[in-house]
């Protein structure tokens, strides 16, 4: 099982980004998909997710109206549209699979390699 995370980048504060999620081993339209972060010196935190048809989602409130989380099931890919990037959204950015519809970083069994972030002011 593998997930590629990719597009990440060094932008300034107020740019976008969209991050993808490649997934090879797994089928991806069997599992809640998520997004989760970590700055430097801090714990790895759950930033978005989707449950395993998509038209559900879930943020945390610091990227609520920014970020939007989707699945395209056929590409076998997930997907983090970022706007609106502010400083305190640098980080490394992972994927991650769990059959739990779950924020916490222990459900998830499988995770990407990461990708960073980073947003200048």
């Known amino acids: 099982v593998q997930l590629q995370a990719s597009g990440g980048g060094l932008v300034q504060a107020g740019e976008s980004l969209k991050l993808s999620c490649a997934a090879s081993?797994?089928?991806?339209?069997?599992?809640?998909m998520a997004w989760f972060r970590q700055a430097p010196g801090k714990e790895r935190e759950f930033v978005a997710r989707?449950?395993?048809?998509?038209?559900?989602?879930d943020y945390v409130d610091s990227v609520k109206g920014r970020f939007t989380i989707s699945r395209d099931n056929v590409k076998n890919t997930v997907y983090l549209q970022m706007n609106s990037l502010k400083p305190e959204d640098t980080a490394v950015y992972y994927c991650?699979?769990?059959?739990?519809?779950?924020?916490?970083?222990?459900?998830?069994?499988?995770w990407g390699q990461g990708t960073q972030v980073t947003v200048s002011s």
């Open positions: 989707i449950n395993w048809s998509g038209p559900i989602t």
């Open positions: 081993g797994l089928t991806i339209s069997s599992y809640v």
């Open positions: 991650a699979s769990s059959l739990v519809w779950s924020m916490t970083v222990s459900a998830y069994d499988y």
